[in-house]
């Protein structure tokens, strides 16, 4: 009788929820990726590219968790001597996606640029819209959950994984949109990873949740120039998804650190170099608190 | 290729059924609604024996085989071994899956309550890449039912439907009923699969699917 009593319990929880299809939540309308917007750079096909890539920061998690802690002038520092052309923020800014956060992240935001001094691509978290919506979100910072931007020979795709799938529209547009631009190597900024190799998950929501949604991605990329993929949301470690001679997927810790066991983060910033005229791609990751030596470094070909 | 494989696996499943007393044909047609192609019809034929069950499913893009090993330990205690590959033949990429389950089916005057607890593996891949990915995760299924001569529903909450691409369950709602005749059995179920369910106060729902089926008695 008691195991009845907690099933029949679930049912109220349940019936509190609101229940949406996916692809009522991501519906495009026209292809967002077309045209990319053109990053100014005076570097050419052949040239070293940088960019700053923090992921996870999820401003003010520390209100409401113990052990979490950001150092930002460290990573501001950084960005001043580094100048890189691009910086990437990997999704999940902000910890609940509400007013309060956003305004964080709007401060956030504006010292980064400042002191980037370049643009900055702020790819959707799953967390960014925990406490509002897509609408809102696009409101608050002006900006589409689904992009791209040329640089010199490549072209960075920003998707929309937040609700762990891409559906059927982005991607079609996304395959359109890799047909047609030409360029030798292609950045894919996903939040969600498209595989992590198992490493601390059970339960809980880590990667892609559909396999024909990541193997569609992975029938795009195939055969299309050089491609890199960049996610987040695993928080503890580095992952890097060999899928391919010319298709990687690194996956990045995230910039707060948390003290915890299992589940805490080291709390990185990271550089990222790609070099155009070899397909060389080097990964160095910083401690929030000193960016003096790397502690950790990763360098690998895109053939 | 795909097609040909499974009239064969299907031929091989009406044979095994005809020389095994007892065993329970069944087959049945779905409409799925696929996150990336939208509804898609699927059809399956499955064969119960002696505690196995063989099922295979196809729909236009995709096949699905499986196999199922339910073993009873005594008293309400039960075993199930369950192993299935799936195939997007569009695609050219699926997964393969292993799971072993403990758990009882407790019976109070025609209500059931059962549950399983266990542990799932395993690999996906793609044909567009060289890397395969092993993952592993818990499993664990909830029912409640009603269950009489002829006539059963069940309610069931399963971390179990291995659609992901690593480490990871994907949560399943579902609905199953039958309504019993002499020596065959009518079968109706829908399902719903759960894509994003920790975040936020939606609950994203990837799949929905509505089966109508037939079971018959050899």
Redesign the interface.
């Known amino acids: 009788m008691r195991r009845l009593l907690l099933l029949l319990a679930l049912l109220p929880l349940l019936a509190s929820c609101d229940f949406a299809f996916h692809w009522d939540v991501i519906e495009l309308d026209e292809n967002p990726f077309d045209p990319p917007q053109e990053i100014a750079s005076g570097k050419g096909p052949s040239d070293r590219l940088s960019f700053a890539v923090i992921s996870d920061v999820h401003l003010n998690k520390e209100l409401s968790e113990e052990g979490v802690y950001r150092n930002d002038s460290v990573f501001l520092s950084f960005l001043e001597t580094e100048s890189p052309d691009a910086v990437f923020i990997l999704g999940d800014l902000v910890e609940d996606g509400i007013e309060r956060d956003y305004r964080e992240a709007g401060l956030f935001l504006d010292k980064v640029r400042s002191a980037a001094g370049c643009p900055v691509i702020y790819t959707l978290g799953n967390h960014d819209i925990g406490g509002s919506d897509l609408e809102t979100w696009s409101a608050e910072f002006g900006l589409s959950a689904t992009e791209a931007f040329t640089i010199a020979d490549t072209v960075i795709y920003k998707l929309n994984s937040a609700y762990r799938l891409f559906g059927q529209s982005q991607l079609s547009y996304l395959s359109q949109a890799i047909g047609d631009d030409g360029a030798a190597y292609h950045i894919i900024l996903s939040h969600i990873p498209l595989g992590s190799k198992g490493l601390n998950q059970s339960l809980f929501e880590f990667t892609i949740a559909d396999i024909d949604e990541r193997n569609a991605l992975l029938d795009i990329l195939s055969g299309s120039g050089r491609n890199l993929i960049l996610s987040g949301h695993v928080h503890s470690i580095e992952v890097m998804n060999d899928w391919d001679d010319d298709l990687k997927e690194f996956i990045f810790s995230a910039y707060h650190r948390k003290d915890l066991p299992f589940f805490g983060a080291r709390g990185t910033f990271y550089l990222l170099e790609l070099d155009q005229a070899t397909g060389r791609v080097e990964i160095k990751g910083y401690g929030i608190d000193n960016a003096d030596s790397a502690v950790m470094e990763v360098s690998f070909t895109l053939e | 290729m795909g097609t040909r494989s499974i009239i064969i696996v299907l031929l091989m499943l009406s044979v095994h059924g005809m020389l095994h007393a007892g065993t329970v044909l069944g087959g049945s047609l779905a409409l799925r609604?696929?996150?990336?192609?939208?509804m898609q019809a699927e059809a399956e034929l499955h064969v119960d024996t002696d505690g196995y069950r063989l099922g295979v499913a196809a729909s236009p893009m995709t096949s699905r085989l499986s196999a199922m090993y339910s073993l009873s330990g005594g008293g309400d205690f039960r075993m199930d071994i369950l192993s299935s590959a799936?195939h997007?033949w569009a695609?050219?990429?699926?997964?393969a899956t292993a799971s072993c389950s403990l758990g009882q089916d407790?019976d109070?005057s025609g209500?059931r309550?059962d549950y399983r607890l266990g542990i799932i593996g395993g690999l996906?891949y793609?044909g567009?890449?060289?890397?395969l990915?092993?993952?592993?995760?818990?499993n664990?299924i909830?029912g409640?039912g009603y269950f009489s001569s002829v006539f059963s529903a069940r309610l069931y909450?399963a971390?179990e439907d291995f659609?992901?691409?690593?480490?990871?369950?994907?949560p399943v709602?579902g609905l199953e009923t039958a309504v019993g005749f002499l020596d065959y059995r009518l079968t109706a179920e829908g399902y719903m699969k759960f894509?994003?369910?920790?975040?936020?106060?939606?609950?994203?729902?990837?799949d929905?699917v509505i089966r109508l089926g037939c079971e018959v008695m050899l």
């Open positions: 609604s696929d996150p990336l192609y939208g799936y997007n695609l050219r990429g699926g997964m407790l109070f209500i309550l996906s793609s567009h890449v060289r890397e990915h092993f993952s592993l995760s818990p664990l909830l409640i909450l971390f659609y992901e691409t690593s480490f990871q369950s994907v709602l894509a994003d369910y920790m975040d936020g106060a939606t609950i994203l729902i990837s929905l």
